[in-house]
């Protein structure tokens, strides 16, 4: 299996989106966590009131940075696990830490028959590397403490990702599970449609990057956008990125997936991420990929933002 050579058959590969199951405990905090002012902010988005409405139930929203050292999503599943299985995930983990840590990514398995674990670890590949290590020592003990028990865990941190099932995903491009993390905030100093335009045609260079072959899943680029009143510029950046061990072609279908899904969310926003278990896309108003463009992440410039978890039924 080569991930990352073209090949004519792999553009007719369909990505799966296996469905998963809500979790009753997100529909129980939809009242908790929900506030007026996320639905306001959900409404200002380009999706019609009642297609909100309809996926109500199946939503989660919390303010958090935008910027932050914990994890930004983790999944769990609620089926459990033998003593056996329980062994095997722990094997797994203590094995990808260091593996992708020396290369940035691996994967492992471990166990046999109903005991067997399939694992995967990566880091983006523009991070320096003290701080991919560090990621994925923490996306392990995340993981380890939050999904202990359950047969499929998943943590999602800025810098990498990290996972484990008892089911083979190595080679599946899987949008099943979906984070969305938007700012709270519109952009500012610019005409709004404008910055949408810049922004979508941006996110689809991205997406048609991080299909070709030579740039190993990962693409980042910029643009400039001209300012109301005649003042400075802004720069929008923009990222897509995907696990290896998913084809190039599948790559840039993944990322497609999730820019297309940024007008149904992030219409006018700061910056926002749709985050998938294969791929992710992402945009800001603030250098956020390495090397770092010009000035440090300002507080401001981050602001918070919104958390969005899509479970499919």
């Known amino acids: 299996h ?56 199946l939503l989660l929203a919390m303010a958090r940075p935008c910027s932050a050292v914990d994890a930004i999503g983790t999944y769990c599943a609620k089926n459990g696990t033998s003593a056996e299985t329980q062994a095997s995930i722990d094997q797994v983990l203590a094995a990808l830490v260091p593996r992708a840590s020396a290369a940035y990514y691996a994967t492992a398995t471990a166990g046999r028959s109903s005991s067997a674990v399939w694992g995967l670890a990566q880091c983006r590949g523009d991070v320096p590397r003290q701080d991919c290590s560090l990621c994925l020592a923490a996306a392990a003990k995340e993981v380890a403490s939050s999904c202990r028990g359950s047969s499929d865990g998943r943590v999602f941190y800025d810098y990498c990702l990290l996972r484990y099932s008892t089911s083979n995903f190595v080679g599946l491009a899987d949008t099943g599970y979906t984070l969305i993390l938007l700012n709270t905030q519109n952009a500012t100093g610019v005409d709004l449609a404008a910055f949408d335009r810049a922004q979508g045609k941006l996110m689809s260079r991205v997406a048609s990057e991080a299909g070709d072959a030579a740039n190993k899943g990962l693409a980042t680029d910029t643009t400039r956008l001209g300012s109301e009143g005649g003042g400075a510029k802004t720069t929008i950046y923009g990222l897509g990125w995907c696990t290896r061990d998913i084809t190039a072609a599948d790559c840039g279908l993944c990322v497609a997936q999730a820019v297309a899904e940024l007008p149904n969310y992030c219409r006018y926003r700061r910056g926002c991420r749709v985050i998938y278990s294969s791929c992710m896309a992402r945009y800001e108003v603030y250098p956020f990929f390495f090397p770092l463009d010009g000035a440090d992440e300002s507080a401001d410039e981050l602001g918070q933002c919104d958390k969005i978890v899509l479970n499919y039924p």
């Open 2 to 57: 080569q991930p990352w050579t073209k090949h004519p058959s792999l553009t007719a590969r369909s990505i799966r989106n296996e469905p998963m199951h809500a979790n009753k405990s997100l529909v129980a905090a939809i009242a908790t966590h929900i506030t007026s002012k996320r639905r306001h902010a959900m409404a200002s988005s380009s999706s019609s009131p009642l297609l909100m409405l309809l996926l109500l139930p």
